[in-house]
């Protein structure tokens, strides 16, 4: 622990973090730690999650306090409840030899009137999410007049997440010679803009590259078509029988449906949402941190201050928009000097997006065949045969159930049993791959290749009593049926504008389900009214054209070829077409 020492640590901190297992500081704690203790710059660090960031503004922060001062001293500010608990059981850890000191964390969806009972009887360091912070200052229980330090730790979270105005608020309240410590993954427009409004001449550490992947963390990319992502989720999980690890989603809604159907195939996992009260949502967390629940399921904001270190897989159901959130996600995995396991499951439309993250994080993906059912069945029996040969066996517990166990058995010969045994355990696997076929990666094809498959697949016309005399584009007849399906996963056909309706295909299966569903909605104030149609669809604009001309004719209302609805936004003409090509 010389290291800590000279870092200028005291001894009581030491004996401390020596019985968390602290034996070396990580580079954050080197450059952050020393800066804080020695002057009272302002400071910006900018390192991801899991560098050991608590303990580089936490021990300086404790060792600085006055324990004979019983108003608050140190404000910590983070995006989530569940981080806020984190960090609050960090800094009571690291303090176990500091007698007196009060560490009180204060954010929403418990009771207010317990928080402001603990903080009346006197705290040193408060740990608040803004929210509950903002509201405990306009109750006048918070008094930040004598506040030496604030730390904003996530602070690239905080403003993503729309704190912006309760940081104002509660920075503007703390005393102006202040200490301001600020932490961040990504220095945003935001961080930036923040900084330079409530900072002084702040100092700028960074530990390694900003974006650059884990090296202890491996990159997989499997590419599938949209229909089977959620059955490579589950092949990737039976072939790694012991995955501890998150499945993240973009949306509450995907989170809620992926999780549902997991659960529903057995597999032992849950979901953590917004729909969850925060009883629930503490009850899912714990059971995931003591390892009960082998996968959870989350989007990014529902899964902040879950830090676990011994996640063995990090699988993206769905990729961020944002390549730093990708290595958010990448780096919750491979930590502690443990291997880890990114995974990314791709469709046809996402190159860009695997482009950019490579690039922006300096990785390269490993391209992964999806196991097949054979190989996940050998996997899977090797593994319920050295869980048998590992179990231990209690000889007092089970003897008096033996002679009826060997006389029920009996007409087995040894070979029988053990296809018994391996049949009981094992059919649920043998019997979901008998029926299953293999999942072949998606390759580039040739628009020859893409047509005949087009051809083959079930399309159907309809119409609606829309038309060039309203309005209607192309863009914004998939974002109707975006907003009507309320999906983003729709195979849409050719589509052909006319004067007053419009005609297009569309995937048989969903037909049904679109008619009923349309007749609630308007489009511009007019009644919405799909139904069948015999109409031919009038292809001026075909992919061959659009092979031989740069540009679309400008006259034309026809698009044909498949594409993928694509929402953005809620907005009725917010959409955009993509084909596949």
């Known amino acids: 622990m010389s290291n800590f020492k000279n870092l200028g640590v005291d001894n009581n901190l030491i004996n401390s973090i020596s019985e968390l297992g602290f034996k070396t500081p990580t580079p954050i704690q080197e450059k952050a730690i020393p800066l804080v203790l020695s002057s009272k710059s302002d400071l910006i660090a900018l ?70 009972k603990s903080i009346k009887k006197g705290a040193h360091i408060i ?13 006048k229980v918070l008094n930040f007049n004598s506040v030496d330090r604030v730390i904003l730790d996530e602070a690239d979270e905080m403003l993503s997440m729309g704190f912006k105005d309760d940081l104002d608020f509660i920075l503007d309240t703390t005393n ?69 690890g998150i499945v993240f989603c973009r949306t509450r809604r995907e989170t809620k449906d992926i999780s549902k159907k997991f659960i529903k195939d057995g597999y032992n996992a849950d979901a953590i949402h917004g729909d969850l009260s925060q009883s629930q949502r503490d009850d899912v967390m714990s059971r995931f941190r003591d390892g009960t629940i082998q996968m959870l399921i989350a989007t990014d904001v529902a899964a902040r201050g879950l830090d676990v270190n011994n996640l ?26 443990n291997k880890g396991i990114s995974v990314v499951i791709s469709n046809s439309r996402e190159g860009r997006k695997i482009k950019s993250i490579e690039n922006k994080s ?34 007092k517990q089970i003897s008096p159930f033996l002679p009826e166990i060997y006389e029920k058995l009996s007409w087995l010969s040894r070979e029988d049993l053990i296809k018994h045994f391996v049949s009981a355990e094992f059919n649920r696997f043998l019997d979901y791959y008998k ?116 540009r679309r004719p400008k006259d034309s209302d026809n698009y044909s070829g498949r594409s993928r609805s694509k929402r953005k936004g809620k907005g009725k003409n917010k959409g955009k077409r993509r084909s596949r090509r």
């Open 47 to 116: 390192a991801q999650t899991g560098t050991g960031k608590t303990a580089a503004f936490g021990l300086p922060s404790i060792q600085q306090i006055d324990l004979a001062n019983k108003n608050i001293q140190t404000i910590v500010l983070c995006p989530t409840r569940e981080l806020c608990i984190q960090i609050s059981k960090d800094l009571i850890a690291y303090s176990k030899f500091y007698r007196g000191i009060k560490i009180i964390p204060v954010y929403g969806g418990t009771s207010i009137e317990n928080q402001i």
């Open 127 to 139: 740990v608040g999410t803004p929210g509950r912070t903002k509201d405990l200052i306009k109750r």
């Open 176 to 244: 102006q010679n202040r200490q301001t410590l600020l932490f961040s993954a990504t220095m945003s427009k935001e961080v930036r803009s923040i900084s330079k409004r409530f900072m002084n001449e702040a100092q700028e550490i960074t530990v390694e590259k900003l974006n650059s992947g884990s090296k202890n963390v491996e990159h997989h990319i499997y590419s599938v078509s949209s229909k089977d992502k959620y059955a490579t989720l589950k092949r990737i999980s039976d072939f790694n029988p012991n995955i501890y």
């Open 312 to 337: 063995t897989h990090v699988i993206n159901y769905s990729l961020p928009d944002d390549p730093e959130v990708y290595t958010h996600r990448s780096g919750r995995t491979g930590r502690a000097g």
């Open 362 to 395: 300096q990785i390269k993906f490993i391209k992964k065949e999806v196991p097949s059912g054979k190989d996940i069945c050998s996997k899977q029996l090797f593994k319920l045969i050295e869980k048998i040969e590992k179990v231990k066996v209690d000889e």
């Open 435 to 550: 029926k299953s076929d293999d999942i072949k990666n998606i390759r580039e094809s040739k628009s020859k290749d893409f047509d005949n498959k087009r051809s083959s697949r079930s399309f159907e016309i309809l119409s609606v009593n829309v038309g060039r005399k309203h309005g209607i584009t192309p863009i914004e007849l998939i974002s109707l049926v975006n907003r009507i399906t309320k999906s983003n996963d729709i195979e849409i056909g050719s589509i052909d504008i006319r004067q007053s309706y419009t005609v297009f295909e569309i995937d048989k299966l969903i037909i049904n389900s679109l008619i009923k569903s349309s007749s609630s909605l308007d489009y511009n104030g007019i009644g919405l009214n799909i139904k069948k149609s015999k109409e031919k669809i009038e292809k001026k604009y075909s992919r061959e054209s659009k092979k031989n001309n740069s």
